[in-house]
């Protein structure tokens, strides 16, 4: 048997209803050379008689069993067992299609710059009871270069992980997925990024991401949203501290409690937060632990502030964008979204 190009890695738990689904989109891909490493995280139901029932007619599968410990602790396991120069991740749930393999590794080997691979994912779900969702999806599926990428990484993970191919070395270079109370692939790009790691995306949808009312971003209070405003703060805190001036000021653009609590955050990360923008009058005039609350019109000009978009909402966002960008500002050089 040749030698795999890919490592398909993919944890399991409690996966009999969707497995033999997912298992079988792998088993279909246009590039032959892969083997898939399921790593069967303690499963109670029928996963296991699946994964031996699929492994006894194909031999690229190798299943590795461990107790039950989580997903981190089945990726880790899996990681270590991929013997291919490429990971690409895949969770029980979700389907790829045809060509996602030969698109992403095709893309990979190509461009030797680039890390990551990711791609457009189709959202399986419904879009109008699951509409935040849905739009998640949507924004994902926006950022394509490596540039957008990059500069929407404070917002939210601008990548799908189960969408996503990577080289294997870099799990050695910078580390692999690690434990804690944050979403452990958000982590993982943010630090990737910051060592300098470039993702892409090849501009085709290839997995159908199926919203699965027992997924882990739903119950598991790692991907709470306050989770993933801490686990970026120290990068985004990092990122201020080596790009931007400390003559100029910081100001974020969001005034409501929510928002100044989550960029408080940053605070504890030694970046000095000098004010506060909003539109409602209100707030303008106002000042909040000392740090005044200016119009969007009293903005002062880029050469004395960068300003962190901390606004949530999409219309909201490009609302900011729109105006900073009108009045000079250069996104990534004078401002930032983060939220």
Not at 158 to 176: D, E
Not at 250 to 262: E, F
Request: aromatic share 8%; glycine share 8%.
């Amino acid at each position: 048997m040749r030698a795999p190009e890919v490592s398909v890695l993919m944890p399991l738990f409690n996966a009999a209803a969707t497995a033999g689904r997912a298992i079988e989109s792998i088993r279909l891909q246009s590039l032959r050379q892969w083997e898939l490493i399921a790593v069967d995280d303690g499963s109670t139901d029928r996963t296991p008689e699946t994964l031996r029932r699929i492994g006894a007619r194909e031999p690229r599968l190798r299943v590795v069993t461990i107790p039950h410990g989580g997903i981190v602790a089945a990726l880790k396991a899996g990681l270590a067992e991929a013997r291919a120069p490429l990971v690409a991740r895949m969770d029980a749930d979700d389907e790829a299609h045809s060509d996602r393999l030969a698109a992403q590794a095709g893309l990979l080997r190509q461009r030797p710059e680039l890390g990551i691979a990711g791609c457009l994912v189709e959202f399986g779900g419904d879009r109008q009871r699951q509409a935040g969702y849905a739009r998640h999806v949507d924004w994902i599926n926006s950022l394509l270069s490596p540039e957008d990428i990059a500069l929407n990484r404070f917002v939210e993970s601008p990548l799908a992980h189960p969408s996503v191919m990577f080289r294997r070395p870099l799990a050695r270079l910078h580390g692999g997925y690690r434990h804690g109370e944050f979403p452990e692939d958000y982590e993982l790009w943010l630090r990737w990024m910051e060592a300098g790691v470039v993702a892409a995306k090849v501009p085709q949808v290839l997995l159908t991401w199926n919203d699965a009312p027992n997924r882990l971003s739903r119950i598991d209070p790692r991907y709470d949203p306050e989770a993933f405003y801490r686990c970026k703060a120290g990068f985004l805190a990092r990122w201020l501290q080596r790009q931007v001036d400390s003559r100029r000021r910081i100001l974020v653009w969001g005034a409501g409690r929510p928002t100044r609590r989550r960029a408080e955050l940053l605070t504890g990360h030694g970046v000095q937060i000098c004010g506060y923008i909003d539109i409602d009058p209100r707030k303008i005039g106002r000042e909040f632990a000392g740090r005044p609350v200016l119009s969007p019109q009293r903005v002062p000009a880029p050469s004395a502030c960068f300003v962190l978009g901390y606004v949530a909402k999409l219309q909201a966002r490009e609302l900011v964008r729109a105006h900073l960008t009108g009045r000079g500002f250069v996104e990534g050089r004078d401002f930032l979204m983060a939220a």
